[in-house]
């Protein structure tokens, strides 16, 4: 391209958060040694809690009306929400400490093994969106996928804003449309 050179914003310094992500869940281990037990975490963050020993506790977040039972029984929700940046006290059975909600400071995406989207599909039924072509969506595509094209992704984003607060998942057939795609995503906010 032409023109003159563009001035690039300073890249986002990546916060330091704890757990691991699960199936689009960030899993927090509740250590009764641990010191410091502020857990971090980014705001929006779908949370599922769990115990060295896999032992059973009731989660208490007071000031975000929670009490979930860990592990969840079934038919229920997975996880708990954390919808709002801030500094929530906790306790699970014995332990007590404070889940720290952090604004998210660099917008990400990773790819994902069909196994784990499929457990981030059960758990987040985020929004998902199919970058193929149009034949290759009618030839067969995930349940309530929408097409977006990836020809056409950077003209529908102004109609994808909306899914700003919401999981998403992007596919295609090898994985290059849809990081194309998620890039732009992440680009746009």
């Known amino acids: 391209c032409g023109g003159g050179e563009q001035e690039q914003a300073p890249a986002p310094v990546e916060q330091q958060v704890d757990g ?3 199936a689009g869940l960030r899993v927090l281990t509740l250590d009764p040694s641990r010191k410091d ?3 971090r975490i980014y705001r929006g963050d779908y949370i599922r809690c769990e115990l060295p020993d896999g032992g059973a506790f009731t989660l208490e977040i007071p000031n975000l009306e929670v009490s979930k039972a860990f592990p969840v029984p079934e038919g229920e929700k997975p996880y708990v ?3 709002e940046a ?3 006290a906790f306790t699970a059975g014995s332990i007590t400490g404070a889940i720290e909600a952090l604004e998210y400071q660099a917008s990400a995406y990773r790819e994902v093994s069909a196994a784990e989207a ?3 599909i059960e758990n987040l039924s985020p929004v998902i969106l199919d970058v193929r072509t149009q034949r290759e969506y009618a030839g067969g595509h995930l349940e309530g996928a929408q097409l977006v094209p990836v020809q056409v992704f950077k003209r529908q984003l102004p109609q994808l804003m909306d899914l700003r607060d919401r999981p998403v998942l992007v596919y295609c057939r090898t994985g290059n449309r849809s990081t194309v795609a998620a ?3 992440v680009d746009a906010g």
């Open 183 to 185: 890039k732009l995503l």
């Open 20 to 22: 691991r992500l699960e």
């Open 86 to 88: 801030g500094v929530y």
């Open 37 to 39: 037990r502020t857990y």
């Open 81 to 83: 929400k954390v919808p």
């Open 118 to 120: 499929a457990g981030f």
